[in-house]
């Protein structure tokens, strides 16, 4: 008796150990079974699609808006400080998701050193059809995309549509402005110089995120806007900001559209 229950018990114990292998075969050919692009070449990355999270429906424009960029910057701006006048004003670029943007950690950078420091920690790339045009890596590749659209191009040809230093930031503010007129943005009493130039420190173009362009045709804004640009600064007509989102994104982030004089600009709700 004691033999026969050893060998059904022994039998038992192989079916069981057949399953099991069975089973575990089964699992690792479903995980590890190679796609079409990866059994040409097995060494090339899946690409990996990211859709950005859209915020909380059930906040308005304003809570969608900040909630979305409080994990870009160290310190949301107090409202009614000049932060938070330039967040205002050129803010709407902190809600680009690229993973492979980088942004500062706040919306004003200081001096010539700081903005040396931040930019060297950029992928920068050259803009087609330029000599001396570079922007971010992400930012470029999309406007080059859209270049192949339609023929886009800079505003002045030269270096100063695209990423500047702090010290041309400043020279563009002394062209148009001075510390008078700084001191009056400061005291919140003039907005209006904002979208004619940026002051030291505050614009788009010393984040690699920015450029001036000659956009005439609606074909043209339509390239632009379908790779993720839009025009962000109310005013500054060829002035072009990376976003890296869809149009109709843009509005689950908080971003209102304006029309002024037949340009939708996409404004922050703050």
Known sequence: MKRIFRKATFITIVVSIIFLIVGSHEI?????????????????PTPVIIKPPIPALPLNDQQRFLNTIANKLS???????????LLRAYGSVFLNQDFNIRLPQKVLLNNEQETKEFQSTLTMVR???????????????????AKLLQNIRLKSGNVGDCTRTFALNQRFWQKYANNRTLNAVKQGRETRILGVVAPPGSSQH???????LQVYSPLQREALNQNGWF????????????????????????????????????????
Request: with cysteine.
């Open 28 to 44: 690792i050919h479903r995980t590890s079974e190679p796609t079409a692009s990866a059994a040409i070449n097995p060494n090339t």
């Open 75 to 85: 310190i949301i701006p107090q409202p009614g400080s000049y932060e938070y006048i």
């Open 127 to 145: 803009v087609d059809g330029t000599r001396e045009c570079f922007l971010q890596k992400p930012a470029a590749d999309a406007l080059n995309k």
């Open 206 to 212: 010393l984040w690699g995120l920015a450029i001036d």
């Open 231 to 270: 025009q962000t600064v109310e005013n500054d007509v060829p002035h072009w900001t990376y976003l890296g989102l869809a149009e109709e994104d843009l509005p689950n982030f908080g971003l209102r559209p304006k029309v002024v004089r037949g340009i939708t600009y996409w404004l922050t709700p703050i």
